[in-house]
């Protein structure tokens, strides 16, 4: 009977130790960013214009490793692409949400990779996104991260974007 209660008592002390480290731990990160995207707007002639883009990262971390992230960036100006044979399509202020597996190694890089949606007012585009980040931390769980991250979009253009993100985590 000793013995049983002996390890109810291990069991109870490693289980509140467990969760107390889960709650110091901060699960959530916000980061905005401010970048450029390369958009090619004559694909023939390989053609292409930059774009200013603003984003905003909202982040759930399971561990210090694997996470799950909204990533919503909007394009700051209207551009004309090449779209299908000899067709032009207006882009006004294209919106792009992405839900993202996240993955961050030991060394600050984080990986991330998932389906999105760009969102516009003459056509919309499913999306699929791949991009690196380096985390720089400073100060109490702020972070100063550069990014490169590439969209492919289905029966659409392709872009690079090339960002610098200031996030904090709670």
Do not use: C
């Amino acid at each position: 009977m000793r013995k049983q209660i002996f390890i109810l008592i291990i069991g109870i002390a490693l289980t509140f130790n467990a969760l107390a480290q889960e709650q110091s731990f901060p699960h959530f990160r916000i980061a905005g960013l401010i970048g450029h995207t390369i958009v090619p707007t004559n694909v023939s002639e390989k053609e292409h214009t930059i774009v200013p883009s603003w984003g905003l990262d909202i982040e759930y971390w399971r561990n210090e490793h694997f996470a799950m992230g909204l990533h919503n960036d909007i394009e700051i100006q209207s551009f004309i692409i090449e779209h299908g044979n000899d067709e032009s399509l207006e882009r006004e202020f294209p919106l792009v949400l992405t839900l993202d597996a996240i993955y961050k190694m030991s060394n600050g890089f984080v990986f991330q990779i998932g389906p999105g949606y760009e969102i516009e007012k003459n056509e919309s585009f499913f999306l699929i996104r791949a991009g690196i980040e380096y985390e720089i931390e400073f100060g109490k769980d702020w972070d100063l991260s550069p990014a490169i991250f590439y969209d492919t979009r289905v029966h659409a253009n392709d872009t690079w974007t090339i960002a610098l993100g200031i996030g904090k985590r709670f």
